[in-house]
Every structure is written in C-alpha cells, then in structure tokens.
C-alpha cells in the first residue's frame, strides 16, 4: 500500500488567500485524523472522521478552518482566509477503527505570509 | 478524562548509553498503549503498542512494558545510535475513542 498521501508537501501563501491540503486514506481505512503541529503548540488534533462522518471538530481553531471528507477516499481541508499564525506542519492520519493504530501521512508544510 | 504525561526533553545521549523516556496516564476505562516516533521532516510513525497488561512491546530494539498498577509505559533501549534521534510520543487508546497523544519527548544521540 502506499500509505496515507498528502498533498502538497509545501505550501507558501500570502496572508489572506485561501489554502486547501488534501489527504487519501489507507484504502480499507475508516477513520481519518487531521493533525497540526507546531513548535509552540506540539501536536494538535483538528478533527476526525469516522466513516465519512465528522465526529468531533472542537479542536478546528476557528471558523476559517473547514474539513470535508465527501467519500471514504478523499480528505479536505481548508483555510479562508489564511494567516500568519496558521504556519505549521499538517498531518493527515488514517485507521481501521477510531481506536486504532494511525498511520500517518508525510504532512504538508504551510507557511503562511 | 484521559491523558498522557511524557517527561520533558530534549533527552541528550551518548551514542550506545541507555536510554529511558517516561510516561505515565490517566484513563477511564482499560486502554491500550502506543509509543510513536517522528523522525527530522517525516510523519509520525507506530513503533510499538500494548494492549493489555503486563504486556511488552518491543520493536527495533526498543521496549516499553504495560504496568497497570503503576499507570505507566516508559520506553527504553539498551543502547541507542545516532540514528535513534527523533521526537517520541506516547499514546493511549480506550475502546471506542481516539487516541490521546503526550506532548512529545526530543532525543538527541551524539557520536
């Protein structure tokens, strides 16, 4: 398999635009994990599906964060309008169950203007 | 609730010293547990897992054992290399919910 993919790898914007990172899942995987990591604030977990289904979304930081996942295949998210602040690496994640081991994608890196 | 308490890096080594990172939880209900690792620039990967208790983990030399009456999972390895510089995080899982991540403990080998 070719494990979680994550596009694109790096991402430079201006303050403002909008920004949208992709994610595929592990085929047969029916959770899906969105992820921001910063120095400041280590590893934080944005949102996560469970079969398509968004289940909890409190750690998205504010309105500007959205996240869809239209089929099982295909993550989204995206920032609009874009900050300074948003600068950070983005990880996808993916899994069996909620519960189970994630496997993690090569995140895409942001850096924002 | 449930939660993950790591010790602080960094962790600086000597290459081939022993190594031990700590970590100790909290949980509502019998969790399962997980140590993760993140080398420079890549994602975070599994490197190993318990489920029970009493239960050892190991994977590319490294070891942590589920200790129920004392809420914890250090990691250790006999001897660490250069290469073993990375971030590790440990995690736990109860059924039904997603996993908790600790903030993450750097480890530095030097040559």
């Known amino acids: 398999d070719a494990g979680v993919i994550q596009s694109p790898r790096h991402e430079v914007t201006e303050m403002g635009q909008e920004v949208t990172l992709r994610c595929k899942p592990i085929?047969?995987?029916?959770?899906l994990f969105w992820y921001r990591q910063t120095m400041m604030r280590g590893l934080e977990l944005l949102i996560y599906?469970?079969?398509?289904?968004?289940?909890?979304d409190s750690g998205m930081p504010e309105d500007r964060f959205s996240a869809k996942m239209p089929n099982a295949s295909f993550s989204t998210l995206k920032i609009q309008p874009s900050e300074p602040r948003d600068s950070a690496v983005y990880f996808c994640a993916s899994s069996l169950g909620v519960q189970e081991t994630q496997y993690f994608g090569p995140g895409t890196r942001l850096l924002v203007l | 609730g449930n939660s993950v308490t790591q010790m602080e890096g960094p962790v600086t080594l000597s290459e081939e010293a022993f190594l031990t990172i700590n970590c100790t939880y909290t949980?509502?209900?019998?969790?399962?547990l997980f140590w993760y690792v993140q080398y420079p620039g890549e994602g975070l990967q599994l490197l190993l897992k318990?489920?029970?208790?009493?239960d050892k983990g190991s994977n590319k030399g490294f070891e942590a054992t589920y200790r129920k009456e004392t809420t914890s999972f250090h990691l250790e390895k006999g001897s660490v290399q250069v290469s073993d510089s990375a971030v590790y995080f440990c995690?736990?899982?109860?059924?039904?919910?997603?996993?908790?991540f600790g903030a993450g403990t750097i480890l530095r080998v030097k040559s």
């Open positions: 599906f469970n079969n398509n289904v968004p289940i909890d």
């Open positions: 318990a489920t029970k208790a009493d």
């Open positions: 085929s047969g995987h029916n959770s």
């Open positions: 949980a509502t209900g019998y969790p399962s």
């Open positions: 995690a736990l899982s109860v059924y039904g919910n997603k996993l908790v």
